[in-house]
């Protein structure tokens, strides 16, 4: 069937360009300022922003404009009659907050703004089924109460070297930064419907593939999982941790998105490997 609404995200979903040229999903970016220096996300490579933090260069991000998001709801109501705009979580940036002051400027009852709650690549497996969803032919109103279907069923699990970073962005709160640098563990954090919390504390980077990994046959005892890992600088860890998942066999499904958003990885820091764990 004709599909008949189309899809505006940021550049944190880290979606392929050349599937989301091919699906006409149009990707607003945010920007990153690494030093004096400013880049487009999504436009540079992120060694680049990786490098920086070992070297204790500051680096800062900002939403899209109101103006550059309504451009945006422009192309994509040319070619379809309502638009769904999905952005990172607003407990992270305040993308979503300019996405629905551009509603509001915009004044078209056809475009509707919508928090994924999540990002990087929750974000990223919410908009592809958002995308085969509507590819159906279903409309906007049954998007929107599939997505919140969708957001239930998933959480990101993430770690970090130090949680000083997500304290200095307001991410996360002082005594729980105590408590994991203090004690010199790596702390597993779940990051759920726009709520980040410290989970778990183990020793070793080892003990944080083996937590993710119970984590999944847990869920494994109810339904079929699907796993998607992404990292900051944790190249090796990722792919243990995908050969660990992927050696649980039976019905689960794991995928290496690769190196998250210059963006994501500022907010959170080196060290950064995290999973989006949802129920397919």
């Keep these: 069937m004709k599909r008949t609404v189309g899809l505006v ?3 944190t979903f880290g979606m392929d360009k050349t599937y989301a040229k091919d699906e006409h999903v149009t990707i607003v970016p945010l920007k990153v300022m690494v030093g004096n220096e400013e880049y487009v996300d999504g436009t ?4 680049i922003a990786i490098q920086a933090m070992r070297d204790g260069v500051q680096i800062k991000t900002s939403q899209p404009s109101p103006e550059a998001l309504m451009e945006a709801f ?12 999905l952005t990172l979580s607003q407990s992270l940036s305040g993308t979503y907050n300019s996405a629905s002051l551009a509603k509001t400027i915009f004044e078209n009852p056809n475009v509707y ?11 990223t497996y919410l908009a592809q089924k958002m995308i085969d969803f509507f590819s159906k032919g279903n409309k906007i109103n ?3 109460a599939y997505i919140e279907e969708l957001k239930e069923k998933g959480s990101l699990i993430f770690t970090v070297d130090n949680l000083q970073t997500l304290v200095r962005n307001g991410r996360l709160g002082k005594v729980s930064a105590f408590i994991g640098n203090i004690l010199k563990v790596k702390p597993i954090l ?14 070793s980077p080892q003990n944080v593939i083996i937590y993710i990994v119970n984590e999944v046959k847990k869920m494994l005892e109810n339904h079929p999982v699907e796993v998607i890992i992404d990292f900051v600088d944790q190249s090796i860890s990722a792919k243990e941790l ?10 689960v499904k794991v995928k290496l998105a690769g190196i998250v958003s210059p963006v994501i990885s500022a907010h959170i820091g080196l060290g950064g490997l995290g999973v989006y764990l949802t129920y397919q």
């Design 9 to 11: 995200i940021d550049s």
């Design 44 to 47: 540079f490579d992120p060694e």
């Design 74 to 85: 422009k192309e994509q109501l040319a070619l379809y009659d309502e638009v769904l705009c």
């Design 113 to 123: 703004i919508v928090d994924s709650e999540t990002t990087i690549s929750g974000g």
């Design 142 to 144: 049954e998007g929107l």
């Design 190 to 203: 779940r990051f759920r419907r726009g709520v980040l919390e410290l989970e778990h504390k183990v020793r």
């Design 242 to 251: 995908q050969q660990a998942i992927f050696n649980l066999g039976g019905q």
